[in-house]
C-alpha cells in the first residue's frame, strides 16, 4: 500500500512547515488527493493515522481533513476540456493501478475525446498535496 | 505556507538514506550507449557481490529492462514499492508500469514521474543506485541535480567529434555546478587514445577506462549469460572493480 508512503510524507512535511511558520502543535492538516491517482480519501486518512506513532510529537493530536479534487485535462492540440469519464474509460485495471502509482501515465492510456491526442495538460486532481495546516502558535495557510 | 507545498520533495531523503552512493549515468547525446553501459555496470557490480540498484531515468524510451532481460513483473506496494528483482539487480523503470505502451511526456510530467517514483521507491539498503540518464541536459538531468542528494556524475563518450562536442557541455555544465564527477568512459572503442582522452584531459577527470565496440553484444542483450561473455562486459568489470565500485573514500 504505497498510501502509507505518501501519509509519512505528508506529515513529514507539515512538520517541516510548522517549524518554518513558527506552529509548536499542529492541530489540523488540509491535503489535497488529486482523483487522478485514485486513492480513497478513508483509506489515506487511515495511513495518515498509522504514521503518526512514529511521528514528530507536535502532530500527535493532529485531525486531517482530506479534500478530495477532480480530475481535469486541458488538451494541447484542440483546446478540449476533459477528464474523469476518460479516465474511467480507461478500464484496464493494470493501466489504472500504474496511473495510481505515477498518475503521469494517464499520458499513456488517456487520449483527448476530440481529437484522440495524448498531449494534454493535467490542469487539476494529479496527487496528494498539502494545502494547509493549523496549529498553536499561528496558522499557515495559502 | 505560502502555497500548496508538494510533499513528495520530503520523502526523497528518506526512501535514499540507507544508499551509500548514487550515481548517474549520463553523456547528453542519444545513442552513445549509456543504458548499456548503466546495465553492465549494475550486473557487473551485482555478480560481484555488491547491493545495486538501477533506475531507468529515461521515461519516454525506457530499455534498461531490455537490456537484462527482465521478463517484467509489476512493482509490489509496500510501503512504498519495492524495486523489481532482476539478475541480482534491484530495478525500477517505469516501463514496469506501462508495459509496452507509449509514455508521451512532456518535460513536467517527467519531472512529475521522476518525484514520484523517488518519493515512493523502496531502495533500501545499497551500497550503489545507478541512474541510467536520459539524453540532453533537460529536465531529467537538472531534476537529479535538485532533488538527488550526494548525487555523482559519470559521463560515457565514444570517440565522435560530435559526441565529444555534445559531452564536453555537460562536463563544463557540472564542473560549473561543482557536481562531484567520477569521470569518464569511452564506449563503443575501435582504437585507444583520442578525442575522449582529450576531453577527459581539458576538464581534468579520470579516465576511467573504454568498452569496446562488440560486435556479440547486440546478440547478447536481452540475456544475462551471454551479456556475461561479452568483451563489453569484460571492460565494464574491470571499470566498476577499479573505479566505480569501489567502496568510497572516507
Known amino acids: 500500500m504505497h498510501e502509507l508512503a505518501l501519509a509519512e510524507a505528508v506529515v513529514k512535511t507539515a512538520v517541516r512547515a510548522a517549524n518554518d511558520a513558527g506552529i509548536d502543535r499542529i492541530d489540523r492538516i488540509v491535503i489535497a488527493v488529486g482523483a487522478l491517482q485514485q486513492i480513497e480519501p478513508e483509506l489515506f486518512r487511515y495511513s495518515l493515522t498509522s504514521v503518526l506513532a512514529t511521528a514528530d510529537p507536535r502532530v500527535a493530536g493532529v485531525a486531517f481533513d482530506v479534500r478530495t479534487v477532480d480530475v481535469a485535462f486541458g488538451c494541447r492540440s484542440c483546446g478540449t476540456t476533459f477528464g474523469r469519464s476518460e479516465l474511467e474509460e480507461v478500464g484496464d485495471e493494470t493501466a489504472l493501478e500504474a496511473i495510481h502509482l505515477v498518475p503521469e501515465l494517464a499520458h499513456a492510456y488517456v487520449r483527448c475525446p476530440q481529437c484522440g491526442s495524448p498531449d494534454f495538460e493535467i490542469t487539476q486532481g494529479r496527487g496528494v498535496t498539502l494545502e494547509r495546516i493549523e496549529g498553536e502558535g499561528g496558522t499557515s495557510d495559502d | ?151 555523482e556524475f559519470l559521463l560515457v563518450a565514444t570517440a565522435s ?81 577499479e573505479s566505480v565500485g569501489r567502496p568510497p573514500s572516507t
Open chain 2, 161 to 241: 567529434r560530435l559526441v565529444v562536442d555534445s559531452v564536453r557541455r555537460a562536463a563544463a555544465l557540472l564542473t560549473e555546478l561543482d557536481a562531484p564527477i567520477l569521470g569518464v568512459v569511452e564506449n563503443l572503442q575501435r582504437r585507444a587514445g583520442g578525442v575522449v582522452h582529450d576531453l577527459a584531459d581539458e576538464f581534468g577527470l579520470d579516465s576511467l577506462g573504454a568498452v569496446p565496440f562488440d560486435e556479440s553484444l547486440e546478440v547478447a542483450l536481452g540475456d544475462v549469460r551471454a551479456l556475461r561473455d561479452t568483451d563489453a562486459y569484460a571492460a565494464v568489470t574491470q571499470i566498476g572493480e
Open chain 2, 1 to 151: 505556507m505560502t502555497e500548496s507545498i508538494d510533499p513528495r520533495v520530503v520523502a526523497i531523503e528518506d526512501r535514499l538514506a540507507n544508499v551509500e552512493r548514487v550515481i548517474a549515468v549520463t553523456g547528453s547525446k542519444g545513442g552513445i550507449g549509456k543504458t548499456v553501459v548503466a546495465s553492465l555496470l549494475a550486473l557487473t557490480l551485482a555478480d560481484r557481490g555488491r547491493s545495486v540498484g538501477l533506475f531507468d531515468l529515461d521515461f519516454t524510451s525506457p530499455t534498461d529492462h531490455v537490456v537484462l532481460g527482465s521478463v517484467g513483473g509489476f512493482p509490489t506496494e509496500t510501503f512504498g514499492i519495492d524495486p523489481v528483482s532482476v539478475a541480482g539487480i534491484d530495478m525500477m523503470s517505469i516501463a514496469f508500469l506501462s508495459g509496452r505502451a507509449a509514455t508521451p511526456l512532456r518535460g513536467g510530467d517527467a519531472t512529475n514521474a521522476l518525484l514520484e517514483l523517488l518519493a515512493v521507491t523502496n531502495w533500501g539498503s545499497q551500497d550503489l543506485l545507478l541512474l541510467d540518464m536520459p539524453p540532453g541536459l533537460g529536465d531529467t538531468s537538472l531534476d537529479v541535480l535538485r532533488y538527488v542528494p550526494r548525487v
